[in-house]
Nanobody, 120 residues
C-alpha cells in the first residue's frame, strides 16, 4: 500500500504560481504518481502524471506549458509546479498512485486533497 499526503495549496492571484507537494510512504517502489483535480460541478480530471523512473510524463491539454510534474531523487515526493495560474485552475487537487507504468490507467491510492483557489 501507499500513503499519500498533499501540501502546498492556497489562495493565489491569477498569473501567480504555487507548488504542490505529495509525500508518499509505504511501498512506493515502481509507483506511478498522478495529480488530479476536481472543480465544483465538474468531473475529476487527471492533470499530470509521472512514472517511477520519471522517464514518462503526462499533462492534460489545459495545463501544458504551465504545469510541471517532477519527483525527488528518493522518489518519495512528487511535486506539481503550477505557473501562470488561471481562475479555471481553482479546484481541490489530489495526489494519487498506482503500481505499474501506465500513466492513464486507474489509480488505487489517494491523498486527502488540497484546495487551490485562483482569484481573478
Amino acid at each position: 500500500q501507499v500513503q499519500l499526503v498533499e501540501s502546498g495549496g492556497g489562495l493565489v492571484q491569477a498569473g501567480g504560481s504555487l507548488r504542490l507537494s505529495c509525500a508518499a510512504s509505504g511501498r512506493t517502489f515502481s509507483a506511478t504518481m498522478g495529480w488530479f483535480r476536481r472543480a465544483p460541478g465538474k468531473a475529476r480530471e487527471l492533470v499530470a502524471a509521472i512514472t517511477w523512473s520519471g522517464g514518462s510524463k503526462y499533462y492534460a491539454d489545459s495545463v501544458k506549458g504551465r504545469f510541471t510534474i517532477s519527483r525527488d531523487g528518493a522518489k518519495t515526493t512528487v511535486y506539481l509546479q503550477m505557473n501562470s495560474l488561471k481562475p479555471e485552475d481553482t479546484a481541490v487537487y489530489y495526489c494519487a498512485a498506482r503500481y505499474g507504468s501506465e500513466l492513464l490507467s486507474e489509480y488505487r491510492y489517494w491523498g486527502q486533497g488540497t484546495q487551490v483557489t485562483v482569484s481573478s
